[in-house]
């Protein structure tokens, strides 16, 4: 049996060691051989969809935002366009917003322009 098929997590991997340098003007990073080619067979292997990332993180996040800014799911969706709902789908992570969507509700999320602190 090799390595991938084990049946416990893998070991966490250390984070290769770099160096930082600028070559005419231009930033780039300096990695062991070793490193590259263990980083680059990583990029090279099978992909994993991010929907479940999404859903985990973006919504929990805006719902975090919406309630420190003091802001109701109905005011927050009225200023981004978007119906309560959707919005609630959102912060709920049953559903995956485009990126305009998040746009703009974070956009929603600013303070108004006559807003006194």
């Known amino acids: 049996m090799s390595e991938d098929e084990s049946n416990g ?3 966490p ?3 290769p060691r770099t ?5 005419r ?4 990073v300096l990695v062991a051989k070793a490193d590259f080619d263990r980083l680059r067979r990583q ?3 099978p992909r994993e969809d991010a929907a479940p990332f999404g859903a985990e993180s973006v919504g929990p996040d805006l719902r975090e935002r919406r309630r420190k800014a003091g802001l109701t799911l109905a005011e927050v969706a009225k200023r981004a366009g978007i119906r309560q709902e959707t919005l609630s789908r959102i912060e709920n992570g049953r559903t995956n917003p485009t990126v305009g969507t998040v746009r703009s509700i974070l956009r929603a ?3 108004s ?3 006194t602190e």
Request: proline content about 17%; aromatic content about 4%; hydrophobic content about 30%.
């Open 43 to 45: 990029a090279e292997g």
């Open 25 to 28: 003007g231009k930033p780039y």
């Open 109 to 111: 999320l600013e303070p």
């Open 9 to 11: 997590p893998a070991p």
């Open 19 to 23: 160096q930082d340098l600028t070559i």
């Open 13 to 15: 991997r250390r984070a």
């Open 113 to 115: 322009e006559g807003a």
